[in-house]
């Protein structure tokens, strides 16, 4: 289909944000309206309107080094197999490539088998985990874990510098760093539940002595994207409850730009990488 055919693609501003977040609730995902908010003002996205509705979405999320995030890639229910997903991508590999930017997505396996053949090339696997929780709780563990230590092991295992994507999400209203034993980690609020990512540990043991400590803590379901190859992390936590909900492939399109130091254990997200 040729770039002018079909609706007008946008650009989404800030008063969209209510919007987007309607489209990813009925696609049942976990993302917030600050979330959204961090795409409109730090990134760009795209969508497609029907009227005066928004029914589909793209968002690419620069990051440094000449990397960027595809993510937030939603068509409604009622719009579904007319392109409209695919021409929004499109748009974002276009505006990433006239800026010189190597693009990353975290795939769905039916988005590996669309986004391999467009030259996207796979890179590591996730799993998304989640745990229902029990109503009642300890209390936190303290913890003197700051931002800067957080984004210091971030740059390690990404090679990318987040520091505006970590402290949007530490200043949240109950967001918490937590650090012990060589393990740190970050808890935040989703629509539906709370969100244990970026992970980062020196061994399995210690990654798992973090996640078990911040699960005690908590009363509510919680979700974990954890790194496929990181086994015994994966292993330990469906021992004690987790369970796989879905898997994801990165990808990437364009040159590795990038040198990680270190191996994460759970990511930011499929949206954030």
Request: proline share 5%; hydrophobic share 45%.
């Amino acid at each position: 289909m040729d770039a002018t055919d079909g609706p007008a693609i946008h650009k989404l501003g800030a008063d969209d944000a209510i919007a987007g977040l309607a489209l990813s609730t009925e696609a049942h995902w976990n993302q917030t309206e600050e979330d959204w908010r961090i795409f409109l003002r730090d990134g760009i996205v795209f969508g497609i309107r029907d009227g005066l509705r928004l029914v589909a979405t793209a968002a690419l999320l620069p990051y440094s080094g000449n990397n960027a995030w595809i993510s937030m890639v939603l068509v409604s229910g009622t719009h579904r197999r007319r392109g409209l997903a695919t021409r929004l991508v499109d748009a974002c590999l276009e505006t990433a490539r006239k800026n010189g930017l190597t693009s990353w997505l975290d795939a769905t396996p039916d988005g590996a088998a669309v986004y391999g053949p467009l030259g996207f090339t796979p890179t590591l696997q996730l799993r998304r985990l989640k745990l229902v929780r029990p109503g009642r709780a300890e209390a936190p563990p303290s913890s003197s874990a700051t931002i800067d230590a957080l984004r210091a092991r971030d740059r390690r295992a990404t090679g990318l510098d987040r520091t505006a994507l970590l402290e949007a999400f530490a200043q949240r209203s109950g967001s918490r760093i937590v650090s012990a034993h060589g393990a740190i980690a970050l808890v935040r609020d989703g629509r539906t539940a709370r969100h244990i990512g970026p992970l980062f540990a020196d061994n399995a043991a210690a990654a798992l002595a973090q996640v078990h400590a911040i699960t005690r803590s908590e009363t509510g379901p919680l979700l974990i994207d954890a790194i496929a190859s990181q086994s015994a992390f994966l292993d330990g936590l469906t021992a004690s409850g987790w369970t796989i909900e879905r898997p994801f492939q990165r990808m990437r399109f364009g040159p590795a730009t990038t040198a990680a130091e270190e191996l994460p254990f759970a990511v930011a997200g499929p949206e954030f990488g």
